[in-house]
């Protein structure tokens, strides 16, 4: 596994610490609480908190309550007509980095990815160890191990595209995972390059259009892309969504405020929701 640095692993497990204290909790804790919990003084827990979600820890606890998902839907939700209507489809802008995106055919994904090479690596991110795919195209996969194995993740992605040939090269991805995960800047944005049946690229594509900080639910996205009716498949087609944050299907929410499922664990859908809520709202 290529690891950016230890210090961001380090970070994360405190965050995911801190969540599950603060997921466990019967009421608001406080920043002496916290620190206390996770054996540091108040002082350095605060700086290391605010420092990776860019908020204090009472800010943060906020976008981590349980009616969070319903908040969410209340202030924050985006209305994907708008967007499509104002010509953003086929891009976004994640935390201020640009993606930029094609999609393979439906006859070369039938062909299960056969003739595709795909460079795969291993990295930190601010979820977790990451497993990144790309073909020459751009990323094709990412996926977070936090809540399952490396073996499970990389079985998962890999199993996508099964006659595809898969060569372990980080150094190629580095750049686009750089930009990906807000190390670095490109300016001819990040390339994406989406494979999936065509009904899954239209879902795919819709997501695109959900901008930071925002949630959809999953029968809006139905609505959007034609087939109103069609809100379970939407569903099944967002939990298949191969390139986790990137394309962002942790926005899509139940009707009802509840969060759903999310294919890499909830625990990260929580934690990428409040992190971008709390950044949205720095």
């Known amino acids: 596994m290529t690891e950016a640095t230890d210090e961001t692993g380090y970070h994360f497990q405190l965050m995911r610490r801190a969540i599950d204290l603060i997921d466990g909790a019967d009421q608001r804790l406080s920043l002496d609480q916290l620190a206390a919990k996770m054996d540091m003084s108040p002082a350095h ?28 839907l209340q202030e924050r939700f985006t209305t994907l007509e708008t967007a499509l209507s ?22 070369d994904y039938a062909r299960g990815g056969a003739g595709l090479t795909i460079h795969w690596g291993w990295f930190d991110s601010p979820f977790g160890p990451s497993l990144v795919m790309g073909t020459d195209k751009g990323i094709c996969g990412i996926g977070f191990s936090s809540e399952t194995t490396p073996e499970e993740t990389f079985q998962d992605l890999a199993g996508r595209w099964p006659k595809a040939h898969y060569v372990n090269n980080p150094e190629v991805l580095l750049p686009w995972v750089s930009s990906a995960f807000g190390a670095s800047k490109s300016e001819d944005g990040t390339p994406i390059y989406l494979i999936g049946a065509p009904f899954q690229i239209k879902v795919w594509e819709a997501l695109l259009n959900v901008p930071t900080g925002k949630v959809t639910t999953y029968s809006e996205i139905a609505h959007c892309i034609g087939h109103p009716k069609a809100v379970r498949a939407v569903g099944t087609a967002v939990g298949r969504n191969p390139i986790s ?38």
């Open 86 to 107: 104002t010509g953003l489809s086929g891009t976004s802008r994640l935390h201020d980095m640009f993606l930029r995106w094609e999609a393979m055919s439906p006859g």
């Open 245 to 282: 944050l990137l394309i962002p299907c942790h926005r899509a929410l139940r009707k009802s405020g509840g969060l759903g499922g999310y294919h890499w664990g909830l625990p990260v859908k929580r934690a990428i929701l409040a992190w971008e809520a709390a950044r949205a709202d720095a």
């Open 45 to 72: 827990f605060q700086r290391i908190f605010s420092r990776w979600a860019g908020v204090s820890p009472k800010r943060y606890q906020q976008y981590l309550q349980m009616d969070h998902a319903r908040t969410l």
